[in-house]
Every structure is written in C-alpha cells, then in structure tokens.
C-alpha cells in the first residue's frame, strides 16, 4: 500500500478543487489534488461560465481557452414569446460569460494548480481513516493509496463521496435536480434558454438551452428540479421533443442530430450537507452550491475552492468555521431564498406556467428583463447601481424572508457557521485550535 501525507489532501479535480490546490500550493503548502479520472476527462455541463465565473478566473490568474463570449441571454417562455435578457457589468463581477468545453476547461485549471506545486495522484476515494472525535485522518483509494492530511477538502462533486464517508452528507435534507447535454452541429447567435410547459398551462419543471459552442458545435441540453427525492429520471426523451421544438422555430437546422447524451446530477441551493464539519471542508457541488433556479455552478465551485483554501492558510485549526461564514457571506442571501422560489414553482406548475407568461408578456417583459436577468443568475450581490439591480436586490430580500418562514430543505450555507462549530468533530477542531 503506497502512503503520502500532505498539509492538504483535494479530492476532485474539476473547479472548484483545482482552485483550492492552486490557491494552497501557491502560499507553499504541501497538497495532493486526487482525482478518479484521467485528464483530460470530459465532464456534463453547458459550458457556459457566468460573469462571476470569468472574474474567479480572472482573480486567481488562470488563462482557459474561451471558445466564444456571451453577454445577453434569449429567453423563451410557454408563449414561443422571446425575451432578452440584457447582462450588465458588475462591481464584483464581468460583463459577460464564457464559453470553454469543459474537457478544456477543467485540465487547464488543473495544470495550473500542478504548475504551481500541487502533486496530482489518480485514486478513486472510497474510504476514510477517521480518527477519535471525528477528525478524517486520511483518504483511502480503491487501489490501496492512502493520502494523509491534516485538513481535508471534499470537491468530489453532488454526490460528494468524501461527504459521505465523513458522515456529512444528508441526502433527503438535499435540493436535487438532474441535467442531460448533447453536442450538435449549429451556430448559436446567442444563449438560448427556454421555459416550456409539460402541459397546456402547466410550467415544465426545469428549462432547455441551447448554447454556442466550439468550432460550430453547440450544446444541447435539459435539466428538471425534482426537490428532495433524488430519484432517477429519463430525460432523453424530453430532450428529444424539445429539439424538435428548437427546429419548428428555426434555432436548429431540420437534419441537425445531436451527438451520445450525457447528464450529472445537481445539488443546488447549499443543501445536503454542511461546509464543514472538524477537518473536513466541502467546496463547489459537493457542498451543493448550485444556483437553484438555473442550474449553473462553476463560479460558485471556483469561489468556494478559493475560499476554502484561504481559510487554511489563514490556520488550519480554525479553517471550517472560517470557510463557512465566508461562503455564507458570498451566498448566502441568494441561495436560501432561490431555494424556496425554486420549490414553490416545482409545487405550483400551473401559477409558474402563468407567471412565466406574463414574465414574457410583451410590455411586462420589456419592464422587468434586467431584474429577471439579475435575479435569476446570482447577480444582485455586487452589482452596480441601476434599477434592474435595486429591483433585483428586493426580490432577493423577500425571497429569503420567504425562505425563514416556509418549508423545505434548509441551505447550510445560511447556518453554516454555527453549524460547522456544532458536533464532535468540529469540538475536536476547537479543541486543538485551544491547546
Ligand atoms: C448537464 C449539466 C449542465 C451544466 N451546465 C452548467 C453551465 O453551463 N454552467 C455552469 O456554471 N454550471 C453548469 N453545470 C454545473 C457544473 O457542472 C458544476 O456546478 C461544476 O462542475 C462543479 O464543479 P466541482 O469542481 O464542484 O465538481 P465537478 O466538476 O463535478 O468535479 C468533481 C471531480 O471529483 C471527481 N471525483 C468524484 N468522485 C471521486 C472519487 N471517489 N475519488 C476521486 N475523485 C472523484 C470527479 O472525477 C470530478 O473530476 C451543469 C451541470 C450539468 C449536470
């Protein structure tokens, strides 16, 4: 049995661990960045990265190789009725997104982080050596390599194994929900996002896109909230119908077939587990840090990656409530009510199928794009002044005072600070930071 020990073992090497093991192994701290894949892995996603997601990048100094650039987003709601959003510059964030495949995207991140120190080893995590009060000593690997360390960052991804072996998973405290994308050839002016209903007036319970892409192929793709119950899903055949809607209105062409389909799980709004708990830090999807309302996570995983590592280098014994109130304070205030407004419209299909309509109304639609546009991608914290961001901002608001008072998976990222203090491993912690 091969053993390494390390002052941090990553486990994930998709966003939001790269950005952690850049961010560790460039302050000089000796860390492991352990993955199951081989790199370059292809990885489900739209590869759209949001304007928070370009500036992440742009903070932590990493070059990706951009296949197109985006600002405005078209919607289209039950309707067929179009809408666009308009994307504005922020004071914490860029004025548009990027596109970059992630089969790109993630092995640059990687090979920065390996450029700057981190030692990359292939395991696949599947147990953990846990000692008294909690505390996870090492991580074990199917093929017997044991990596020591004395914090440990889970950026596994939404199933999180390193979650589930330290006992921090819960999943029916979970918001889940689940996403299909394909490749096909088409030139894609504009992001497309579509908001379709099952049924006449009854809302489908997630959204189509249709993005630009690489070298003319555009990604396709189908994503459903289904709320607490992570069950399985066919949405193949979903994503069938709705290309063939895509060619009744013209945005695909009428041969145009998309290439093999392939889906990920989403565990959205900080649900399902907390950021911490003793030694252990989640960052990115393993600590649920979807957006819950579209679906999008790589600027919350590249975010929280850095997060995390900066609370341990700010000191290790202290590191998991440190991390915690910092995520609570980047996400916060928009995850818990995007929750509630997320399992409201999942309750009441025929009410969100009517608002979606009026949201796309033609005199409402020109009055409330850029609030929606705002609201809808995370974008009210860090704005700049403009009344689309003060509207947004108060839809925020009373979003999470909707949140306090209904039911529904609670965010952990909202108590997260106390939370992450609470249990015996995080008394360990507290106990060595004392002595
Ligand atoms: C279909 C789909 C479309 C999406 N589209 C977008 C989009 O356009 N924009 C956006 O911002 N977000 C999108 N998302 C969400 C986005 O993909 C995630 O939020 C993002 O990948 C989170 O990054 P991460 O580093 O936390 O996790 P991941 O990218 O999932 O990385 C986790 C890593 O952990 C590794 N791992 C897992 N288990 C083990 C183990 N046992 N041992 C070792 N390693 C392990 C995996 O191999 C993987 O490399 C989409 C998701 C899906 C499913």
């Not at 486990?11 to 000089?28: K, M, Q, Y």
């Not at 352990?34 to 590869?47: E, L």
């Not at 994308?181 to 959204?207: K, N, S, T």
């Amino acid at each position: 049995m091969s053993q390494a020990r390390f002052d941090v073992v990553v486990a994930g090497a998709g966003p939001a661990g790269s950005a952690a093991a850049l961010v560790l192994a460039r302050a000089g701290a000796r860390v492991a960045l352990a993955d199951k894949s081989a790199f370059p892995r292809d990885k489900a996603c739209g590869d759209l990265i949001g304007p928070r997601g370009v500036q992440a990048l742009a903070e932590l100094g990493v070059d990706v190789p951009e296949a197109g650039r985006g600002s405005d987003l078209l919607a289209i709601g039950p309707s067929g009725r179009r809408v666009r959003l308009p994307a504005y510059p922020g004071r914490r964030y860029a004025g548009h997104g990027i596109i970059c495949p992630r089969l790109q995207f993630d092995d640059a991140l990687r090979a920065a982080a390996i450029a700057a120190g981190a030692v990359p080893v292939r395991a696949r995590i599947s147990a953990a050596d846990t000692g008294p009060g909690g505390q996870v000593r090492a991580l074990l690997a199917a093929d017997g390599q044991r990596l020591g360390g004395d914090v440990i960052i889970g950026a596994d991804g939404a199933l999180s194994p390193v979650a589930q072996l330290a006992g921090m998973l819960g999943q029916d405290r979970a918001l889940w929900g689940f996403a299909i994308r394909a490749y096909l050839p088409a030139e894609v002016p504009m992001p497309l996002l579509v908001l379709l209903d099952r049924q006449p007036w009854r809302i489908y319970p997630g959204y189509g896109w249709l993005f630009p892409g690489d070298g003319g192929q555009a990604n396709v793709g189908i994503g459903v909230g289904l709320g607490t119950a992570r069950r399985s899903t066919a949405l193949r055949a979903d994503l069938a119908r709705f290309c063939e809607r895509l060619r009744g209105w013209g945005d695909l062409a009428a041969g145009a077939g998309h290439g093999p389909v392939t889906g990920g799980w989403l565990r959205m709004g900080g649900t399902g587990a907390p950021l911490a708990a003793g030694n252990v830090l989640l960052a990115g999807d393993a600590a649920g840090l979807i957006n819950p309302l579209q679906g999008e996570g790589i600027a919350e995983a590249l975010i929280s990656g850095r997060l995390a590592a900066e609370a341990v280098i700010a000191g290790p014994g202290r590191a998991g409530p440190a991390y915690a109130g910092a995520v609570a304070a980047a996400f916060g205030p928009y995850l818990a009510g995007a929750a509630a407004l997320q399992s409201a419209m999942l309750a009441r299909p025929r009410l969100t199928s009517a608002g979606v309509r009026l949201l796309t109304a033609p005199v409402v639609s020109r009055m409330l794009a850029g609030t929606w546009s705002v609201y809808w991608n995370g974008l009210a914290d860090g704005a700049r002044p403009r009344p689309a961001a003060w509207a947004a901002a108060a839809v925020q608001g009373l979003a999470g005072l909707v949140a306090r008072s209904g039911p529904g998976p609670v965010p952990e990222v909202a108590a997260a600070p106390e939370a992450a203090q609470d249990g015996p491993a995080a008394e360990a912690t507290a106990g060595r930071a004392r002595a």
